[in-house]
């Protein structure tokens, strides 16, 4: 074992063996700085490169590795400046020619190498002239070596990712000189624990992962890895979670018979047994004497507008206020008729904070949530802005959370003195995001629609079959139902957007429907322009509405039957999930069609998969599938990855294990304040800074 003084993950690459300053630089540009990002960065994939062919028995087509005496080797200039550098070995079985493109250096290395035992693995090309190697890895056998010291032959190869600047050869040798320094690596899991799960120790997980001695070795060092990863975040988690229940909340007076009666005589119909039970969840939570932290997950439609009245209803009880924040004012604007209708009888008034208003009106707005005379806030992240404070706020709500980052959200948590927070979600959250970027909430799921509701069907029509779409929105407005047309994504400017809007709903007006009433959305029109349409639209004063995606979270209007989208492929698949489910909400049968000619296999696989399902859940794991976890997990803005090893589609279930175990051990040792779990403590809190980062973009 080389000596290690002085050596630790933390050590700058720049100082190991076989790597200066020149090379730091370029294993930077991979997000490697320090000895413990080198030992992260893994194998893409092996190659299993143990066993020698004889060179009389190779094939064309086939990778091997062979062993001979390099008997000459020479450089030929040929047509193009271009340089081949041809060797030839001999291993008493035949001769073969290797030969490399290009590296006219080669040849000076080989030469020295004569009558010397060279080991060669690459792919057999044909050649009219013979069998041929084409830029073989290779490796000599100095004399009396053993060949069990090799790094790219006789044993399985690892294949790193790489980048301009450094080749496969150099950096399985800087990865060989760095396993070397794998013991610096604390052992992080616990031993019952790895036990318990057949998981080997930190340095054993590391050789194998780079250097592995036999295939079957691969895969539980990864599997420790992965682990740990997932163990380090679950117990952030649940040190977060601790925390929070060890703050001082506002447990509230829940009178459950009382609020249900009361809900009862505001609410228009029957609740669903699952907004019931989430319902209760909620309330049991504000009754604690630590802050409510729950995630409300319920797919487009479910109903959670009425679960967030319920929990206002409570704080209100309590004399407490409640806020609820929005993405869009379209969205605030209707959160607002809704709550002000639902809460007029019983006396509580609502206040709207939005854009649009005169800026006296957000004056009085103001003060009256100041003195606590405005019991409900509704808004958009105007609630979280300068001057807007409470007198009294217990219940702060997100509606369409992942519109919102982590830091609008602690904002609104800080406008009231630890008040509950419920944030809620129409996109679907595939299990391994709230297990990871939501881990520290509760969990609560509307997994069930309002009766009567029909399954929106779904068609995908190509363009030139527009005519017939139109046909199809005639008959249904005939009917009495609604339309939204969207328009076509244009992304090279607002200004363009908002010209294609216009032009689209003129065409329809003057053109397709003259008989009919065509409104029209776009995100440049002014505040109070945007609520007049919606307001028709709502009053039924608009047959069909030409919108560009600003209605594409929480808007509810369930006489629209029927979405048209335009160019629907260059939609992603949530983006898509949401949009339809403008539709679909009321006991009439709608209808989503997606007009597109999709040019990418991607593209087509998304409307595939729409036309399909209604699933929300499944469309998400769909998306994460095709789109990959990077994009969701924010690491293409930052640039910094939140799993090194892990794969959180792949990895579900062992993240789910890491779960387990974590809580366990802090059922134990709730703040790891034991003194054996000293560097785990600090190991998480690294991981939580890194993720964090990584995540909040
Ligand atoms: P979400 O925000 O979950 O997408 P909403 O809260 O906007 O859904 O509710 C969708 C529609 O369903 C609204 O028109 C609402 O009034 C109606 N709704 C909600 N719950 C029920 C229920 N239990 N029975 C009938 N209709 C309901
Ligand atoms: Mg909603």
New binding site residues.
């Given amino acids: 074992m080389p000596a290690t003084r002085g050596y630790s993950l933390e050590t700058e690459v720049q100082f190991l063996r076989g790597v200066g300053p020149k090379l730091a630089q370029v294993l930077s540009k991979l997000n490697i700085h320090t000895l413990g990002d080198l030992l992260y960065h893994l194998p893409r994939r092996y190659e299993d490169r143990r066993h020698f062919r004889k060179i009389a028995h190779v094939r064309p087509g086939e990778a091997v590795t062979v062993a001979g005496k390099l008997i000459t080797v020479d450089n030929i200039k040929v047509r193009n400046n271009m340089t081949l550098t041809k060797a030839y070995i001999d291993d008493g079985s035949g001769v073969l020619e290797l030969v490399w493109y290009n590296q006219p250096y080669l040849r000076e290395t080989l030469y020295y190498l004569r009558d010397r035992l060279i080991v060669a693995y690459g792919v057999i090309k044909d050649n009219p002239f013979g069998l041929q190697m084409e830029t073989p890895e290779w490796e000599d056998l100095p004399d009396g070596a053993d060949p069990d010291s090799l790094l790219s032959v006789n044993r399985i190869v690892p294949i790193y990712p790489l980048t301009e600047g450094i080749r496969q050869k150099r950096m399985r040798q800087i990865l060989w000189n760095a396993v070397q320094y794998a013991h610096c690596a604390p052992e992080l899991i616990p031993a019952s624990i790895r036990q318990r799960l057949g998981l080997p120790p930190i340095q054993q997980a590391l050789q194998q992962i780079h250097f592995p001695d036999e295939l079957d070795q691969i895969e539980p060092a990864r599997r420790r890895l992965v682990f740990e990863e997932f163990f380090l975040l679950q117990l952030g988690v649940g040190l977060q979670r601790y925390q929070n229940q060890h703050e001082h909340g506002i447990a509230m007076r829940i009178d459950t018979e009382r609020l249900n009666a009361m809900l009862h005589r505001i609410?228009?119909?029957?609740?669903?047994n699952a907004?019931k039970r989430v319902i209760g969840e909620i309330w049991r939570d504000m009754a604690r004497p630590y802050p409510m932290n729950r995630l409300l997950q319920?797919?487009?439609?479910?109903?959670?507008?009425?679960?967030?009245a319920a929990a206002i209803l409570a704080a209100v009880d309590n004399q407490y206020q409640a806020a609820i924040m929005a993405p869009t004012e379209i969205l605030a604007e209707?959160h607002y008729i809704?709550l002000h209708r639902l809460f007029q009888p019983l006396g509580i008034t609502v206040e709207l904070l939005v854009g649009r208003l005169s800026s006296r009106q957000r004056q009085q707005a103001r003060e009256r949530i100041a003195t606590g005379r405005g019991m409900v806030a509704v808004g958009t992240h105007a609630l979280i802005q300068e001057g807007v404070s409470f007198a009294r706020l217990g219940l702060a709500i997100v509606?369409e959370q992942h519109r919102f980052g982590v830091l609008q959200r602690a904002a609104l948590r800080d406008k009231g003195v630890m008040p509950h927070i419920l944030v809620?979600s129409?996109t679907p959250i595939p299990r391994t995001l709230t297990l990871t970027l939501y881990g520290e909430l509760d969990v609560s799921v509307?997994d069930e629609l309002?009766?009567?509701r029909k399954p929106v069907k779904t068609h995908w029509k190509l363009p030139e079959e527009r005519i017939k779409v139109y046909e199809g929105v005639r008959k249904l407005v005939q009917q009495g139902r609604q339309a939204y047309i969207i328009c076509p994504l244009i992304d090279e400017s607002d200004k363009l957007q908002v010209r294609a809007a216009e032009e689209m709903a003129e065409h329809l007006q003057k053109d397709v429907f003259p008989d009919l009433r065509v409104g029209l959305l776009h995100g440049r029109m002014r505040p109070a322009e945007k609520e007049a349409v919606m307001e028709a639209f709502r009053a039924g004063e608009i047959d069909i509405l030409v919108s560009t995606t600003v209605i594409e979270v929480?808007v509810?209007v369930?006489n629209a039957a029927v979405i048209v989208i335009e160019d629907a492929d260059r939609f992603g698949l949530a983006q898509l999930h949401q949009l339809r489910?403008r539709v679909g909400?009321?006991i009439h049968q709608s209808y989503c069609v997606l007009i597109a000619d999709p040019k990418s296999e991607d593209a087509r696989r998304r409307m595939e998969i729409m036309v399909r399902t209604n699933n929300g859940f499944l469309i998400a794991e769909e998306d994460l599938r095709i789109r990959g976890p990077g994009e969701i997990f924010g690491t293409r803005q930052s640039g910094a990855p939140s799993f090194r090893v892990a794969d959180v589609i792949k990895d579900l279930r062992l993240l789910e294990v890491a779960r387990e175990e974590a809580f366990r051990l802090l059922e134990q040792d709730p703040d790891l304040s034991r003194p054996e779990h000293a560097a785990l403590r600090e190991a998480v809190n690294r991981f939580r800074h890194r993720f964090i980062l990584a995540t909040v973009s």
């Fill in positions: 609410v228009p119909f029957e609740l669903t907004q319920g797919d487009v439609g479910s109903g959670k507008t009425i679960v967030a209707q809704t509606d809620m129409a509307i309002p009766p009567g929480g509810d369930p489910g909400r009321s």
